[in-house]
């Protein structure tokens, strides 16, 4: 009894001592003010990140270093796969130095990086990527040099055969080599006058027979056609062929297999730099048949697509509850441009007479003012300088207007008053067909019958590339006047025949010069003129008819959030990036 006693009491004891020295009750958890402790559905929105523009492009040690940039884990993982419909039947070359079409290239953006990149959804602005910083060129021993400081820790995707490495020096110099080599590249004529060198595994120097601005060498050494960087491992053990289909890159989603005319799977680059994607992977679906692409969206087998440039379009699909309809710049500018090796369009007057003949307000009805808007020369002057506004055209009388009666007299003077046939294909992508039918009709009112044959995207780039059309129509972006000027009216560029075929489909070579002095003048004013005059002679010389622009269209499931805000891009598409998710 004793013994009980004596451990009731002493349990009685420890109460008490328990009781008087706890502590003050704390504060209910329900008692805590909501900031905090963020919750899941709270993440930071993009918007609320730092804006591209508080970081000067100009001063390299401006730039913030990468690890200043917002991280994804900031927010937590949604994961999930976005399943995006592309406007073309089936892969055409990812090889980056050979994606020429809207659907290639919006596939190798997410594949690969390049030294740097323009801010995602804003292509007016550049940001480091593979680089640490945003260099300044150095003249040096009468040639100008940039040096390019890589970040380290940048891993190589892994491939057959091929483990994942260290992206160095060596596979950038090996990179920029290929592009500027017309054999393997289709963009080499943009590295004419540039050697690249390893001057160690962290250090790349670039350097250039005749300096440029960076307005104009940025973009070539930025995430757009040839400055997309490849890993040399993979690309010698891949081979040409192989690399068509099996993109290997260090960017966000890694390639993982392609279903011919069906799809290619992407999945989440754990090992990225930038840190590990919100998105499990992309589904990258070959839709040509817009009809089935918007189903799918509005059905929900499909979370973002390629849309139509065309009013009515959007503002049917704006109509529906679950959709965003997305339409932003870069606006592509389409142009006709005639083949003066097919007869009659030798002739000064019948190419004039066809330009009198066609008429961009019906044009642009095609698309609407919403999308599209017209332009008077190949440079776009609304977005670019160089470019010839309605009133300067006007001013020198080269505006071609309307006028039906002066292009059958034309005609008619040339000896061709009932006309004649014309051939040609168009793509079966909304935005070329249309306008070859329109052109079409305009045509049909001075006699002239052309004949338009639809085929897959790929097919009209190959044969538009071998000479067979007459007359071409190009929808395309280029990045500055000098891009646009040489890739389509320099001798060297000529289809077939130049000494770095790519897009002078007139095989016109009659501002050369202009071109070149344009390039290497360091007065911007005078550089200006010089790219307006070569524009004047063009229209002189009535080898290409400029048509409209017409902005990006894109629909997405209002679940999909890009990441970043749209106002322009030069990949042709909204960007898919680490920082893309899948809202539940």
């Given at each position: 009894?004793?013994?009980?006693?004596?451990?009731?009491?002493?349990?009685?004891?420890?109460?008490?001592?328990?009781?008087?020295?706890?502590?003050?009750?704390?504060?209910?958890?329900?008692?805590?003010?909501?900031?905090?402790?963020?919750?899941?559905?709270?993440?930071?929105?993009?918007?609320?990140?730092?804006?591209?523009?508080?970081?000067?492009?100009?001063?390299?040690?401006?730039?913030?270093?990468?690890?200043?940039?917002?991280?994804?884990?900031?927010?937590?993982?949604?994961?999930?796969?976005?399943?995006?419909?592309?406007?073309?039947?089936?892969?055409?070359?990812?090889?980056?130095?050979?994606?020429?079409?809207?659907?290639?290239?919006?596939l190798?953006?997410?594949?690969?990086?390049?030294?740097?990149?323009?801010v995602?959804g804003?292509?007016?602005?550049?940001?480091?990527?593979?680089?640490t910083?945003?260099?300044?060129?150095?003249v040096?021993?009468?040639?100008?040099?940039?040096?390019?400081?890589?970040?380290?820790?940048?891993?190589?995707?892994?491939?057959?055969?091929?483990?994942?490495?260290?992206?160095?020096?060596?596979?950038?110099?090996?990179?920029?080599?290929?592009?500027?080599?017309?054999k393997?590249?289709?963009?080499?004529?943009?590295?004419?006058?540039?050697?690249?060198?390893?001057?160690?595994?962290?250090t790349?120097?670039?350097?250039?027979?005749?300096?440029?601005?960076?307005?104009?060498?940025?973009?070539?050494?930025?995430?757009?056609?040839?400055?997309?960087?490849?890993?040399?491992?993979?690309?010698?053990?891949?081979?040409?062929?192989?690399?068509?289909?099996?993109?290997?890159?260090t960017?966000?989603?890694?390639?993982?297999?392609?279903?011919?005319?069906?799809k290619?799977?992407?999945?989440?680059?754990?090992?990225?730099?930038?840190?590990?994607?919100?998105?499990?992977?992309?589904?990258?679906?070959?839709?040509?048949?817009?009809?089935?692409?918007?189903?799918?969206?509005?059905?929900?087998?499909?979370?973002a697509?390629?849309?139509?440039?065309?009013?009515?379009?959007?503002?049917?699909?704006?109509?529906?509850?679950?959709?965003?309809?997305?339409?932003?710049?870069?606006?592509?500018?389409?142009?006709?441009?005639f083949?003066?090796?097919?007869?009659?369009?030798?002739?000064?007057?019948?190419?004039?007479?066809?330009?009198?003949?066609?008429?961009?307000?019906?044009?642009?009805?095609?698309?609407?003012?919403?999308?599209?808007?017209?332009v008077?020369?190949?440079?776009?002057?609304?977005?670019?300088?160089?470019?010839?506004?309605?009133?300067?055209?006007?001013?020198?009388?080269?505006?071609?207007?309307?006028?039906?009666?002066?292009?059958?007299?034309?005609?008619?003077?040339?000896?061709y008053a009932?006309?004649?046939?014309?051939?040609?294909?168009?793509?079966?992508?909304?935005?070329?067909?249309?306008?070859?039918?329109?052109?079409?009709?305009?045509?049909?009112?001075?006699g002239?019958?052309?004949?338009?044959?639809?085929?897959?995207?790929?097919?009209?780039?190959?044969?538009?590339?071998?000479?067979?059309?007459?007359?071409?129509?190009?929808?395309?972006w280029?990045?500055?006047?000098?891009?646009?000027?040489?890739?389509?009216?320099?001798?060297?560029?000529?289809?077939?025949?130049?000494?770095?075929?790519?897009?002078?489909?007139?095989?016109y070579?009659?501002?050369?010069?202009?071109?070149?002095?344009?390039?290497f003048?360091?007065?911007?004013?005078?550089?200006?003129?010089?790219?307006k005059?070569?524009?004047?002679?063009?229209?002189q010389?009535?080898?290409?008819?400029?048509?409209?622009?017409?902005?990006?269209?894109?629909?997405?499931?209002?679940?999909?959030?890009?990441?970043?805000?749209?106002?322009?891009?030069?990949?042709?598409?909204?960007?898919?990036?680490?920082?893309?998710?899948?809202?539940?």
């Amino acid at each position: 009894m004793k013994i009980k006693l004596s451990v009731m009491m002493l349990l009685a004891l420890a109460l008490v001592i328990i009781v008087a020295c706890a502590p003050a009750p704390t504060p209910a958890p329900t008692a805590a003010p909501p900031t905090a402790a963020p919750k899941p559905t709270e993440p930071p929105k993009p918007t609320d990140a730092p804006k591209p523009t508080t970081a000067p492009t100009v001063a390299p040690t401006a730039v913030p270093k990468p690890t200043d940039v917002p991280k994804p884990t900031t927010a937590p993982r949604t994961g999930g796969t976005l399943r995006f419909g592309q406007n073309v039947a089936d892969v055409g070359n990812l090889d980056p130095h050979y994606a020429t079409t809207t659907g290639d290239r919006s596939l190798v953006d997410m594949v690969f990086n390049a030294l740097i990149r323009y801010v995602p959804g804003d292509g007016s602005k550049f940001e480091p990527d593979l680089a640490t910083a945003l260099p300044e060129a150095k003249v040096v021993g009468g040639k100008q040099e940039w040096t390019f400081t890589l970040r380290k820790g940048v891993m190589c995707h892994p491939t057959e055969g091929v483990p994942a490495y260290e992206l160095t020096s060596d596979d950038v110099v090996y990179s920029l080599t290929k592009s500027a080599d017309a054999k393997r590249s289709a963009y080499a004529g943009e590295y004419t006058g540039m050697t690249f060198a390893a001057v160690d595994p962290y250090t790349v120097k670039i350097t250039l027979d005749q300096p440029l601005s960076s307005v104009l060498f940025f973009p070539k050494i930025a995430n757009y056609s040839g400055g997309f960087i490849v890993c040399k491992k993979a690309a010698e053990k891949l081979g040409a062929d192989k690399m068509k289909t099996n993109p290997v890159g260090t960017g966000p989603f890694v390639f993982k297999s392609y279903s011919p005319k069906e799809k290619i799977e992407l999945v989440a680059n754990d090992k990225y730099f930038r840190g590990m994607p919100q998105l499990d992977g992309v589904s990258f679906r070959y839709m040509a048949d817009l009809s089935s692409r918007e189903l799918g969206l509005l059905g929900g087998q499909l979370d973002a697509i390629n849309g139509a440039p065309d009013k009515a379009w959007v503002d049917k699909l704006a109509k529906s509850a679950n959709v965003q309809v997305d339409v932003f710049g870069v606006g592509e500018v389409a142009t006709l441009h005639f083949n003066p090796t097919v007869k009659p369009l030798d002739q000064l007057a019948v190419r004039q007479a066809i330009a009198y003949a066609l008429d961009r307000e019906e044009f642009l009805a095609l698309v609407g003012d919403k999308v599209g808007g017209n332009v008077y020369s190949f440079i776009p002057a609304q977005f670019l300088a160089g470019g010839l506004t309605q009133a300067e055209v006007v001013a020198k009388g080269l505006e071609y207007k309307t006028d039906i009666a002066k292009a059958k007299k034309m005609l008619a003077d040339a000896g061709y008053a009932n006309g004649f046939p014309l051939s040609m294909v168009t793509s079966e992508m909304t935005g070329y067909r249309v306008l070859y039918e329109s052109m079409q009709a305009q045509l049909a009112k001075v006699g002239i019958k052309a004949d338009v044959k639809v085929v897959d995207h790929t097919t009209m780039h190959d044969t538009i590339r071998k000479n067979l059309n007459a007359l071409v129509i190009y929808i395309a972006w280029r990045p500055n006047a000098d891009a646009y000027l040489t890739r389509f009216f320099h001798s060297d560029s000529i289809i077939i025949t130049g000494k770095k075929p790519d897009t002078n489909f007139t095989q016109y070579s009659k501002i050369d010069k202009l071109i070149e002095q344009a390039r290497f003048e360091t007065d911007a004013a005078k550089q200006v003129t010089l790219w307006k005059d070569a524009e004047v002679q063009l229209l002189q010389d009535m080898i290409v008819y400029p048509i409209q622009y017409q902005n990006q269209v894109y629909a997405r499931s209002k679940a999909v959030d890009y990441g970043h805000e749209l106002k322009s891009v030069l990949a042709l598409y909204p960007g898919i990036t680490e920082k893309t998710r899948l809202v539940k």
